[in-house]
């Protein structure tokens, strides 16, 4: 049985029987992929995303006012829906907290998809179980291959053999309404991330995090 870790939001610490474990961004913050980018830009970029997966998350549950969305924001919901409706993907899970007690770290991937397409391996569109982490940039970051790696690791930790996710998936939103998506199959990424989190923990035990 998966184990579900407590969130919160505040202070983005996960925890689990009182035990707090560090976040997947987190770890990965060793990377420091936007170090060249200006202090203000990251902070819009960031409120900006955030506010994109919370409307995105009501999009999906059904209850989203259009309304109460920026209009600057239009464009990713609608390219959202453009590629559920191109690629027939049903959202089985949104939001959802994973912790690997084994690892010893957590997270929240954006989507568990159920999708009908083309993957490695297979000749003909098959239907499986989909990881999906949805990014409003124009390019796609380095870091989201470690980081389905590892929420993808976390959620498969005590899943049933039946439930577990193979794929991974990144959906570009564009403020024009279209989306990009490529599937994550780069077998060094799970690799990459252990190293930031054996590196994170030691910092954590010499007092350095």
């Known amino acids: 049985m998966r184990a579900v870790p407590l969130f919160d939001e505040e202070s983005h610490t996960y ?7 560090p976040s997947v961004t987190t770890v990965l913050g060793i990377l420091d992929t936007y170090k060249n980018v200006p202090l203000g830009h990251m902070e819009v970029a960031r409120d900006r995303g955030q506010a994109v997966h919370l409307a995105l998350d009501l999009y999906d549950r059904g209850v989203l006012d259009w309304n109460t969305v920026d209009e600057a924001l239009h464009g990713s919901i609608l ?3 453009t590629f559920k409706q191109e690629t027939g993907a049903v ?33 003909q569109p098959v239907c ?3 990881l999906a982490d949805i990014k409003r940039t124009a390019t796609l970051v380095p870091t989201v291959g470690p980081q389905t790696a590892a929420y993808l ?18 959906v570009l939103l564009k403020d024009d309404g279209t989306y990009r998506m490529e599937l994550l199959t780069d077998r060094t990424d799970l690799t990459v991330f252990r190293s930031c989190l054996t590196v994170h923990q030691w910092r954590t035990k010499h007092g350095y995090a």
């Open 79 to 81: 390219g959202w829906e």
């Open 153 to 170: 690791e976390a959620y498969n930790e005590g899943a049933p053999a039946r439930e577990r996710v193979e794929y991974r998936l990144v």
């Open 91 to 123: 959202v089985l899970a949104s939001e959802f907290p994973v912790v690997s007690t084994r690892w010893r770290y957590a997270g929240t991937p954006d989507r568990l998809l159920r999708m009908v397409a083309r993957f490695p391996g297979f000749k």
């Open 128 to 130: 499986r179980n989909v």
């Open 15 to 21: 925890t689990l029987d009182g035990i707090e474990y």
